[in-house]
């Protein structure tokens, strides 16, 4: 982490001896959540992405802080957004890859999610955007202690047609099935269907709109906002606002719309009187999609993407915002990860944990500039339903032998249309050491023996608690899913 200043420091470090509660002054702090779909590391202009501009987002950088190396739950659609909501590893609660229209489970009620317990100090909440935790009632945010939902219950390609507007059959897409038309919800209700690329494309927009319409409402007491854009999952779509603005085609356009919703959240609360009041945090669920070629986004020279525990997959972009909280400018390279917001929250809030084991720790010291602080020292790579395939301890990483999804030597595909993958490529166990070598590219187990040791003890730890079906252990504190009653 970058020097600051010495008074941001020491306000920072009496973090230990001043009520969470005074940090935000005399009001409540609000938080606003913005979750994208398939961003990868390296899809914004602050992380280095060239032929389009994010400046509301390189501003908010600019005016917090910016993290390296902030890690998602898992490198999956519903796997992450349980981790996010949670504070969990999702295999802990029972939920792993992408749950289908069709699926017959959901994030567990009796779980506690950010809103849950928010809801103990009084907040207002709402999810907006895609939910994919379980389309059937039981499952849905007002189920899960949010008091308003705008949005589609799963991702945007679930859905009948292709770029063309042809049916989507597995013979023409042989990754995909048929479902009905996308049902975009108010509440537990279907208000309207999403048949068309043209109905995608105002999907940013009417996301956006809603949650300025819930802030200017909401003014007067504390709220939640989570807002988890259906972009930039393909099929990926733009409203006409931006199509053929940018230098990279269409995906730059919708990363452009994604940094105007940025900006008109960060003008509704200035408008309101609210941005010093309230904690915004931008990233994202998983990274690229990589076989999806200029549909895709970057992984910014990280290995593999989407599918895959390596850092491509995993590390993600993350921009946290506070005024008068989070000194201006600062890099923080420090370990982190969406399973770590919920107890932040908590604690930023005085609001209890939940009653169940979750995995998060509370990052705060970090956004309030403490350079001593180092909060989360290890982290689990899992995936498939209960795969362990990687531990990290600081910037050592050991990737454990396992079957996986690979990009490499496949050519990508074009305009929405994915190229080739495997999905059970034999990976050997390696160790790498992401300071010198983000990009995971050399071996160094041979030369430190006693940290592959360490690494492996950190593993067998896991294994008992959460379970790893590549040995076979079905770990001790693993909880079920929501299951739906017949």
Same mark, same amino acid.
């Not at 994208?36 to 899809?43: A, P």
């Not at 023409?172 to 309207?192: A, D, F, Q, V």
């Not at 099929?235 to 919703?261: R, Y």
């Given at each position: 982490?970058?020097?600051?200043?010495?008074?941001?420091?020491?306000?920072?470090?009496?973090?230990?001896?001043?009520?969470?509660?005074?940090?935000?002054?005399? %009001?409540?702090?609000?938080?606003?959540?913005?979750?994208?779909?398939?961003?990868?590391?390296?899809?914004?202009?602050?992380?280095?992405?060239?032929?389009?501009?994010?400046?509301?987002?390189?501003?908010?950088?600019?005016?917090?802080?910016?993290?390296?190396?902030?890690?998602?739950?898992?490198? $999956?659609?519903?796997?992450?957004?349980?981790?996010?909501?949670?504070?969990?590893?999702?295999?802990? $609660?029972?939920?792993?890859?992408?749950?289908? /229209?069709?699926?017959?489970?959901?994030?567990?009620?009796?779980?506690?999610?950010?809103?849950?317990?928010?809801?103990?100090?009084?907040? +207002?909440?709402?999810?907006?955007?895609?939910?994919?935790?379980?389309?059937?009632?039981?499952?849905?945010?007002?189920?899960?202690?949010?008091?308003?939902?705008?949005?589609?219950?799963?991702?945007?390609?679930?859905?009948?047609?292709?770029?063309?507007?042809?049916?989507?059959?597995?013979?023409?897409? /042989?990754?995909?099935?048929?479902?009905?038309?996308?049902?975009?919800?108010?509440?537990?209700?279907?208000?309207?269907?999403?048949?068309?690329?043209?109905?995608?494309?105002?999907?940013?927009?009417?996301?956006?709109?809603?949650?300025?319409?819930?802030?200017?409402?909401? +003014?007067?007491?504390?709220?939640?906002?989570?807002?988890?854009?259906?972009?930039?999952? $393909?099929?990926?779509?733009?409203?006409?606002?931006? %199509? *053929?603005?940018?230098?990279?085609?269409?995906?730059?356009?919708?990363?452009?719309?994604?940094?105007?919703?940025?900006?008109?959240?960060?003008?509704?609360?200035?408008?309101?009187?609210?941005?010093?009041?309230?904690?915004?945090?931008?990233?994202?669920?998983?990274?690229?999609?990589?076989?999806?070629?200029?549909?895709?986004?970057?992984?910014?020279?990280?290995?593999?993407?989407?599918?895959?525990?390596?850092?491509?997959?995993?590390?993600?972009?993350?921009?946290?915002?506070?005024?008068?909280?989070? /000194?201006?400018?600062?890099?923080?390279?420090?370990?982190?990860?969406?399973?770590?917001?919920?107890?932040?929250?908590?604690?930023?809030?005085?609001?209890?944990?939940?009653?169940?084991?979750?995995?998060?720790?509370?990052?705060?010291?970090?956004?309030? *500039?403490?350079?001593?602080?180092?909060?989360?020292?290890?982290?689990?790579?899992?995936?498939? +339903? !209960? !795969?362990?395939?990687?531990?990290?301890?600081?910037?050592?990483?050991?990737?454990?032998?396992? /079957?996986?999804?690979?990009?490499?030597?496949?050519?990508?595909?074009?305009?929405?249309?994915?190229?080739?993958?495997?999905?059970?490529?034999?990976?050997?166990?390696?160790?790498?050491?992401?300071?010198?070598?983000?990009?995971?590219?050399?071996?160094?187990?041979?030369?430190?023996?006693?940290?592959?040791?360490?690494? %492996?003890?950190?593993?067998?730890?896991?294994?008992?608690?959460?379970?790893?079906?590549?040995?076979?252990?079905?770990?001790?504190?693993?909880?079920?899913? *929501?299951?739906?009653?017949?």
């Amino acid at each position: 982490m970058r020097p600051l200043l010495s008074t941001a420091a020491a306000f920072g470090s009496a973090l230990a001896i001043l009520p969470l509660a005074a940090l935000a002054g005399e %009001k409540h702090t609000n938080i606003v959540v913005v979750f994208i779909d398939d961003m990868g590391y390296g899809d914004l202009g602050c992380y280095g992405a060239t032929g389009y501009s994010t400046p509301n987002l390189d501003r908010m950088a600019s005016k917090g802080i910016r993290f390296t190396n902030f890690v998602s739950a898992q490198a $999956v659609c519903s796997a992450s957004r349980a981790g996010i909501l949670t504070g969990c590893y999702p295999n802990r $609660v029972g939920i792993s890859g992408a749950l289908m /229209p069709d699926s017959k489970i959901g994030l567990n009620p009796n779980e506690e999610t950010i809103a849950e317990v928010l809801k103990k100090q009084h907040y +207002k909440s709402i999810a907006i955007g895609k939910w994919h935790l379980g389309h059937r009632k039981e499952f849905l945010p007002l189920q899960q202690g949010f008091d308003e939902y705008f949005g589609l219950p799963y991702s945007n390609d679930m859905w009948p047609v292709d770029y063309d507007g042809k049916p989507l059959t597995k013979e023409r897409n /042989p990754r995909k099935s048929t479902y009905p038309p996308l049902p975009l919800m108010e509440g537990n209700e279907k208000i309207r269907e999403i048949r068309t690329l043209d109905d995608q494309s105002e999907l940013t927009t009417l996301y956006t709109e809603r949650a300025v319409k819930f802030i200017n409402e909401n +003014k007067k007491s504390p709220f939640f906002l989570y807002l988890a854009h259906s972009m930039c999952h $393909v099929p990926i779509a733009v409203s006409s606002k931006f %199509k *053929g603005k940018s230098e990279q085609g269409l995906f730059g356009d919708v990363i452009m719309e994604i940094d105007w919703s940025v900006g008109e959240i960060l003008k509704a609360l200035e408008k309101n009187g609210l941005r010093k009041n309230t904690l915004i945090v931008f990233t994202a669920d998983n990274g690229p999609w990589l076989n999806y070629g200029n549909h895709a986004g970057s992984a910014g020279g990280l290995r593999e993407g989407k599918g895959c525990s390596f850092e491509g997959g995993q590390r993600e972009p993350c921009i946290m915002q506070w005024p008068g909280h989070i /000194p201006e400018g600062i890099v923080c390279n420090k370990l982190a990860s969406t399973i770590d917001l919920l107890p932040t929250f908590a604690a930023l809030t005085n609001a209890p944990q939940p009653e169940k084991k979750i995995d998060g720790v509370n990052i705060l010291p970090l956004l309030l *500039g403490d350079q001593a602080a180092n909060p989360r020292t290890t982290f689990l790579y899992y995936y498939r +339903k !209960n !795969n362990l395939e990687g531990v990290r301890m600081g910037n050592w990483k050991l990737v454990l032998a396992h /079957p996986g999804r690979t990009y490499h030597g496949f050519a990508p595909g074009k305009d929405g249309y994915p190229g080739g993958t495997t999905e059970d490529f034999r990976f050997k166990e390696e160790l790498f050491d992401l300071r010198r070598d983000p990009g995971e590219q050399y071996d160094v187990s041979a030369e430190n023996p006693e940290i592959v040791k360490e690494l %492996k003890k950190i593993a067998d730890q896991a294994r008992e608690d959460l379970g790893d079906d590549l040995t076979g252990n079905p770990g001790k504190n693993r909880r079920e899913p *929501g299951k739906v009653s017949e």
